[in-house]
């Protein structure tokens, strides 16, 4: 059976959550615990030239800085650092008998395979014990990994792992890359993983790691709680158990329990870690976590629509190395089928010449419905519901403009007392059974600026006005109350609203009196958006 080392790179790995600011005692309280635990390896940052040294950051710009933050004494933990090829010199090392760090760990892309390894030969004549850290595992082909271990076996590093950067691996893909390392690479160098958990398989991958049946010596990475960037990485107290539990060590977990306690959970409290939807769709397309970012700055894009446009980015070598020109062109693709010309058209045309009543989901719909009833019965109007379905007076057409909305009201559109209702949707909602008529880009609708830019009443008005509407009737469109329940089902209330109802007051109605002051409202029921001395009767 091989010997198997377990390594913590919360100080290291977790900094990208803190910009590594974790405070000097909380420095000294991790590394105690983890060495009273009994972790094998402890990484205790980066190495990096371009930063200024702070005793209260684990980024460094030297060895010798090491011993200034983590003391003179060596600890019976082995303590390592990083560093990320290029941006840190030879220059910046100590021979490693003047130095606390008994190991070096360096990260490279493939693309700088060989400069990357001749430089860990470098560091290796220094006296470290090096390990060659293979950025993105799932970026190598079989011929080019064999490749990279020829190149391994000549420097001979005390390990070569393999990290799954972007979270993308599978056990048996995992297994893949394990058997072809475990067959080339030396005997004497041990093998190693740093997972990463976008498909919540980072502790599972560990479990297959370790349990293969291997001929090399292993090095599993995991941190405090999954502490790092994006979705995170494997818990080392999930690691150390199992180690604990199937191989017989002897990692003390109350030790890493209290490592946890007194510091990690401050950490995640401010920025918390984990599976998101947005790692998942990096890791599921296979693409640079930039790719995502970018596509969700872009109103326009449902979650299905940027899906797909991820899915289309090509050739494969683009989707890791991220490229913001790629990004660009497949975005204006997307902006060049996506023309609502002709639903503004048609809605145009439907209603035009006839009586516009907007329905708000606001409490006075049904405290003041009598209001309501008597209006339509006189009027006989069109009436344009926003995000919700009024049941009491049913609606011609929905404006759907938020995804939980859309949701909560599936089920009454798939009635059939409802399948004559008309949806016009923005492009940031997805279609459901019942489909779509109109489908109006959100970009175009949305308040430049603004902190709360997806107001759906002013978004309504901006496409009626587009439509060449200019009068409109207004119910259950009550503004917001900083002490009362907004909605006539309070299940509708969002978190923010009462924390910024005058803000948002003021906005809507300056928007009414000022930007659409071509346009005529008339509020069938009480609303706040007409508290004005020079209105009369609620109609301005």
Known sequence: MPNIQLLDCTLRDGGYINDWEFGHNNIISILNRLEQAGVDIIELGFLDGRRPFDINRTIMPDTACAARIAGNNKRSSMLVGMIDYGTCGIENLQ????????????????????????????VKALGYKVFSQLVSITSYSDEELIKLIDLVNRIKPYAVSMVDTYGLLHPEELLHYYDILDRYAAKEIQIGFHAHNNFQLAYANDITFIGKSAQHDIVVDATLYGMGKSAGNSQI?????????????????????????????????KSPWGYKMFYYLSAKNRCHPNYVSKFLKKENLSLTDLDRILGEISPESAKLLYDSDTADSLYDEFENELDDTNDYFRLSRELSGKKILVMGPGKNVELQKNKIREYIKEHTPVIIAINYIPEEFGADYVFVTNRKRHRQMTEGLEKQVHSDIKLIATTNITAGKTGFEYRLKISELL??????????????????????????????????????????NPKMEYSFVKSQAEHLNNKVRALLFEKFSDMNFNFITYSKYTEREDCYDGTF
């Not at 017989?248 to 490592?259: F, H, Q, T, V």
């Not at 587009?466 to 329940?485: M, V």
């Open 447 to 488: 308040e430049a600026g603004e902190l709360y830019s997806d107001n759906s009443f002013i978004m309504l008005i901006k496409a009626l006005r587009k439509c060449g509407i200019s009068e409109i009737s207004c119910a259950g469109l009550d503004g917001y109350s900083n002490k009362e329940d907004n909605y006539f």
């Open 95 to 122: 021979p490693a008998s003047e130095s606390i760090l008994d190991g070096i760990r360096v990260i490279f892309k493939k693309q700088k395979m060989n400069e990357a390894m001749e430089f860990c030969g470098q």
């Open 237 to 269: 107290e999930l690691v150390a158990m199992y180690l604990n539990d199937k191989f017989g060590k002897d990692y003390k977990i109350n030790y890493l329990l209290e490592a946890i306690e007194e510091t990690v959970m401050d950490f995640y409290g």
